[in-house]
């Protein structure tokens, strides 16, 4: 006789699992060019504005641009871990890989900045 387990398996529960996992990477991959179009503005909107005399003001300044970096990090990591290619090669990926190049060309900068 077949011992039962204590959990009992729901092999359906673990597709939906999966299948809402991939809804939600779809719905990341699908927005992800226009979160990195943002953060980048932002990050580009702060470095254009003049530093402030004041050096609260300069400290404020440069907490958002790393801020804003962080971000970029963050949105750069979950592309990292999305799919490569959806299949279409509509020049979106071409696009989106632009908006990468230039997040990490940011990142980057604040990297040899720190070191």
């Given at each position: 006789?077949?011992?039962?387990?204590?959990?009992?398996?729901?092999?359906?529960?673990?597709?939906?699992?999966?299948?809402?996992?991939?809804?939600?990477?779809?719905?990341?991959?699908?927005?992800?060019?226009?979160?990195?179009?943002?953060?980048?503005?932002?990050?580009?909107?702060?470095?254009?504005?003049?530093?402030?005399?004041?050096?609260?003001?300069?400290?404020?300044?440069?907490?958002?641009?790393?801020?804003?970096?962080?971000?970029?990090?963050?949105?750069?990591?979950?592309a990292d871990g999305l799919p490569d290619?959806?299949?279409?090669?509509?020049?979106?990926?071409?696009?989106?890989?632009?908006?990468?190049?230039?997040?990490?060309?940011?990142?980057?900068?604040?990297?040899?900045?720190?070191?």
């Amino acid at each position: 006789m077949k011992k039962r387990s204590q959990f009992p398996s729901n092999r359906r529960g673990s597709r939906r699992r999966r299948s809402k996992a991939e809804v939600i990477r779809r719905k990341v991959a699908e927005k992800l060019p226009s979160m990195l179009s943002a953060a980048l503005e932002a990050y580009d909107r702060i470095l254009s504005t003049p530093m402030p005399e004041e050096p609260k003001a300069q400290g404020a300044q440069l907490a958002a641009a790393k801020t804003a970096l962080s971000h970029l990090e963050n949105l750069l990591n979950l592309a990292d871990g999305l799919p490569d290619d959806d299949g279409d090669d509509d020049g979106n990926d071409t696009a989106l890989d632009g908006l990468i190049s230039a997040a990490r060309e940011a990142v980057g900068s604040l990297d040899t900045e720190r070191g």
